[in-house]
């Protein structure tokens, strides 16, 4: 039986900025909880590039905004209307109304990057946490999975170990008994 723990996540989303309307790109540290108030309903052309969607890893996440912010402007100059800057930004609310600043694609993707090599990893396998992550009961190690899968296992194979290396010991046992005179 494994124990689930939930975990940072990174959403995506068009705001347009109460009084000055300025347009922005945002990523939202935290989740969706965590997203600016003047956050748009997700338009179905830009949903599949990731608009409104739940990251795991920061990098992809910066990558969706991207794509989402060409899309938009996209549509805003498909409308014939005067096309207003759009701003690309990530940063954490805390909750509140807090607006991020516009920051460049490379600034974005670095400091995605640097955050994603911070971001605790599978004992197991590596990969990112996720949403969630598991543990083994009374783990003396108190190593995070990334799934239960990862989790059972590692369980299996220190189940095996532990076997392995007892077997070993009781025939190391068994050697140092006949060797007494």
């Known amino acids: 039986m494994t124990k689930s723990t939930t975990l940072s996540r990174f959403y995506v989303s068009r705001q347009v900025h109460w009084p000055d309307g300025d347009h922005m790109v945002e990523i939202a540290q935290g989740g969706l909880d965590y997203s600016?108030?003047?956050?748009?309903?997700?338009?179905?052309?830009?949903?599949?590039?990731?608009?409104?969607?739940?990251?795991?890893?920061?990098?992809e996440a910066v990558e969706a905004a991207i794509a989402v912010r060409?899309?938009?402007?996209?549509?805003?100059?498909?409308?014939?209307?005067?096309?207003?800057?759009?701003?690309?930004?990530?940063?954490?609310?805390?909750?509140?109304?807090?607006?991020?600043?516009?920051?460049?694609?490379?600034?974005?993707?670095?400091?995605?990057?640097?955050?994603?090599?911070?971001?605790?990893?599978?004992?197991?396998?590596?990969?990112?946490?996720?949403?969630?992550?598991?543990?083994?009961?009374?783990?003396?190690?108190?190593?995070?999975?990334?799934?239960?899968?990862?989790?059972e296992r590692e369980a299996e194979d220190r189940a095996t170990n532990e076997a392995h290396t007892l077997s070993e010991s009781e025939a190391l046992t068994a050697e140092d008994v006949e060797d007494i005179p």
């Open 70 to 151: 060409k899309g938009w402007i996209e549509l805003l100059t498909a409308s014939g209307n005067e096309v207003p800057a759009v701003g690309l930004g990530m940063g954490f609310t805390g909750g509140n109304t807090t607006p991020f600043s516009d920051t460049t694609e490379e600034t974005l993707l670095k400091c995605a990057e640097e955050l994603r090599d911070k971001l605790p990893k599978c004992s197991r396998c590596g990969d990112l946490l996720g949403s969630r992550h598991f543990t083994l009961p009374d783990d003396p190690f108190d190593d995070k999975f990334c799934s239960p899968e990862c989790a």
């Open 36 to 59: 600016n108030p003047g956050m748009l309903t997700p338009h179905r052309a830009l949903k599949p590039l990731g608009e409104g969607r739940e990251y795991v890893d920061p990098v």
